[in-house]
């Protein structure tokens, strides 16, 4: 038995040493990160390590997800999730934001929104009055003309601004890990205030009509980069546990910990 274990361990280290890391994307990088796996209580736990949790306002309700579970809001005012004192990315800084949905409510919604109410300075992830994707700087929005994202089906969606960009229509959107080229929208400067109010996800209460979310939430995250192309499909087909934190220290840990279990059983 003793020999059984240490030619096993023998093997799990060469195994582990010689295996690539699945997480090319900087964990680091990573603002916030809400897997949306809680399943039950009030608060939605930041997988980022900066422990910015967020807190379920109003008749929301935990389901399945994409990815695991996944959080169902009702589509009327006051639900959401506040991320309190997290006020996102400034500036003209770059950033991504990224998350699964699925609806089937036609018309606007708020996804993903920070920034105060006035020119250049909201900054608004959300679905357009056509039922497609679009993210806006309150004058300024980039919408994509399709496809429609109010279908029954989950979705995949991601916004990313790049460096040097100044302007809304600098922005990259992807549907599906697809980049969005039939798009339209006033073009308008990108200053996001970070200074008057919090992250929400599923609704504005700064807005007078507040556009609510009816439908379910999952795998959301936002990060202070411009994610690639081949880093919005990554974190699409595996997920964001998977896509940020897998390494071979992490694989090693846990082969060490039923190497030993093994030993002792063959002592």
């Not at 460096?163 to 229509?169: L, N, V």
């Not at 795998?219 to 896509?243: C, W």
């Amino acid at each position: 038995m003793k020999h059984l274990a240490i030619g096993f361990l023998i093997l799990a280290f060469c195994l582990v040493v010689g295996m690539p890391s699945e997480a090319e994307i900087d964990p680091a990088k990573a603002e916030a990160v809400w897997l949306f796996d809680d399943g039950a209580g009030v608060k939605v736990v930041d997988s980022s390590g900066h422990k910015r949790n967020g807190s379920i306002v109003g008749k929301d309700k935990w389901v399945k997800g994409k990815f695991g579970g996944g959080l169902e809001l009702s589509g009327t005012q006051n639900n959401e999730v506040i991320i309190e004192d997290y006020k996102g990315i400034g500036g003209n800084s770059p950033r991504t934001t990224v998350l699964w949905y699925w609806t089937q409510k036609a018309g606007r919604c708020r996804l993903v929104c920070w920034g105060a109410n006035d020119t250049a300075i909201k900054y608004h992830v959300r679905i357009h009055e056509g039922d497609t994707f679009r993210v806006e700087t309150q004058g300024g929005q980039l919408f994509a003309n399709k496809p429609k994202l109010t279908d029954g089906e989950w979705h995949h969606l991601a916004c990313v601004f790049p460096p040097g960009g100044k302007m809304c229509h600098d922005h990259i959107l992807y549907v599906d890990g697809v980049e969005i080229k039939d798009r339209g929208g006033n073009n308008v400067g990108v200053d996001t205030d970070t200074k008057t109010n919090d992250v929400e996800i599923g609704w504005n209460k700064w807005v007078g009509h507040g556009d609510p979310a009816q439908g379910v939430f999952d795998e959301v995250a936002i990060f202070s980069t411009a994610l690639s192309e081949k880093d919005v499909n990554d974190i699409m087909n595996k997920g964001l546990a998977v896509a940020l934190n897998v390494s071979p220290k992490e694989k090693l840990t846990t082969i060490w910990g039923s190497l030993k279990t093994i030993r002792y059983l063959g002592n």
